[in-house]
């Protein structure tokens, strides 16, 4: 049976431009799916002033089996299907993460202090695939997804590792929520809430974003993939 | 007032009566366990068990010598288990006890992963932590604990902290004649609210070295991790507010050019 084939990264149709491919769709959305289980569970666990989750997920108890349940896919799926189906794009989004310049440095606090704030930010430094927040975003995911996953698995089976590192593993796993949470509420609030990102939020959902948007965020990126003038 | 326990174990002869008078007080089942070629009736702590008598021979210089470690909770002045406990029902009472509110507790086993001296245990079917307590009803009532209570030969002796620290040290100089190596152990490791007079190495007692402190991962985690994750997560907020603040109600003069979606 024939299947549609998958479009380019950079095709243009209908004033839109394809940025994500299907498999980079599918494992962002199991890797929201996932880590706002774990972490809505890990709350009715871990807090407290939060346990009352809990009961969403019929108790404390169930919250516990449920975190651990849902760990193993977030610690396998996303990452097998980008190594499985990935392919060239995803390589590229790691070379982009991977790759810093001083204008990424520059990039933030201008980004900060203007467009992030609702003003219009002049001169900022052009991005590639994606922008030096972006970058920060990216690092944090696949650094947070390591040590979670880890340092969750010497948690899970403290008989099997030396006392010290059983004793390591809870901070990094602490350290290591916190921080992709704050990541994360800075993403939420720029895709679903902020005025000039929210474009973005449908180039996650059906690959394609709006060409001016690209121009305008993405130049390096949108001159390199169309080969056309941004 | 600071209450201390003070456990002279040349003083003690392996009676047992502190294992069955706890299993009493505390309303614990027997949980008979099977012969296994020692006189040690407990192998170790239990969800059932607060208090075990360990029992080693060391032979030394053709000499046979027995030694009986009763080992509990040492309620640590400064306790690994309140810092990790996630629930807060970890507490500690004005006397000193360090007791496991059964209510609050959901059985994550943080506190038996972090405790240094390898304590609590949790019970897989109720979801839920225990270890000794000081008898902690007892003691803020003022009664002694239930082991200490019934310890027939005064092994085990339960008072004002600055009287159990002077009766410790005095008792040390007369066990020092007949053991030169005899030492203090629980002051410099748990803050001694539990004292030991011990004549061997603490391991033959199935206790941890000489000045074992919170482990340095916990003090990481408590005083460094988690303020600074928490810093973070404020920090986020507050930056998000500003943020909104701006787009929202404060919004420019001059509209951003890519306006996707209206503003409102």
């Keep these: ?230 | 007032m600071a209450k201390t326990m003070f456990i002279d174990s040349t003083k003690c002869m392996a009676c047992r009566g502190c294992e069955v008078a706890c299993k009493n007080w505390n309303d614990l089942e027997a949980d008979i366990q099977p012969f296994n070629g020692s006189y040690q009736t407990k192998e170790d702590f239990a969800t059932q068990t607060y208090t075990v008598v360990k029992m080693t021979e060391v032979v030394k210089d053709g000499r046979v010598d027995w030694i009986f470690g009763k080992r509990q909770c040492m309620h640590c002045t400064e306790a690994a288990c309140i810092m990790v406990c996630p629930q807060n029902a970890i507490q500690r009472s004005p006397a000193g006890a360090v007791y496991i509110n059964q209510e609050m507790c959901i059985g994550c086993g943080y506190c038996t992963q972090n405790c240094p001296f390898e304590v609590p245990r949790v019970d897989p079917v109720s979801h839920k932590c225990s270890k000794c307590s000081l008898c902690v009803s007892r003691v803020e009532n003022g009664l002694t604990p239930a082991c200490s209570k019934t310890c027939p030969t005064g092994a085990i002796q339960f008072g004002e902290r600055r009287d159990m620290e002077v009766a410790a040290h005095k008792r040390l100089a007369v066990v020092k004649r007949s053991y030169p190596n005899a030492t203090i152990y629980g002051n410099e490791e748990a803050g001694g609210t539990v004292l030991y007079i011990l004549t061997e190495d603490p391991s033959v007692y199935g206790l941890p070295p000489h000045g074992t402190q919170v482990p340095w991962q916990v003090k990481f985690w408590q005083n460094f991790a988690r303020p600074v994750g928490n810093i973070a997560l404020g920090g986020t907020l507050v930056l998000l507010l500003v943020a909104a603040w701006f787009n929202f109600v404060q919004k420019p003069k001059d509209p951003p050019v890519h306006v996707e979606g209206g503003v409102k």
């Design chain 1, 1 to 230: 049976m024939a299947r549609a084939k998958e479009p380019q990264i950079g095709s243009v149709k209908n004033g839109m431009v394809y940025r994500f491919t299907k498999a980079q769709v599918a494992a962002h959305w199991i890797h929201t799916v996932t880590f706002l289980l774990l972490l809505l569970t890990g709350l009715a666990i871990y807090v407290p002033a939060t346990s009352w989750i809990g009961a969403l997920f019929g108790g404390i108890q169930n919250a516990r089996i449920i975190h651990r349940v849902i760990s193993v896919p977030y610690a396998l799926f996303a990452l097998l299907i980008l190594l499985v189906g990935g392919g060239k794009p995803t390589k590229d989004w790691l070379r982009v993460t991977f790759t810093w310049k001083g204008e990424d440095i520059a990039f933030m606090p201008k980004y900060v202090l203007t467009e992030f704030m609702g003003r219009h930010g002049k001169d900022l430094p052009e991005a590639d695939f994606i922008n030096a927040g972006e970058k920060i975003n990216s690092l944090l995911t696949i650094i947070t997804l390591v040590t979670l996953s880890l340092s969750g698995l010497i948690m899970w089976l403290p008989n099997v590792f030396p006392t010290w590192l059983v004793l390591a593993a809870y901070p990094v796993h602490d350290l290591s929520w916190m921080f992709m949470t704050c990541m994360l509420m800075v993403h939420m609030f720029l895709s679903l809430v902020h005025p000039k990102m929210r474009a973005a939020l449908k180039g996650i959902t059906s690959g394609w974003v709006d060409e001016e948007f690209a121009k305008a965020h993405y130049p390096k990126w949108y001159r390199r993939v169309t080969g056309k003038d941004a």
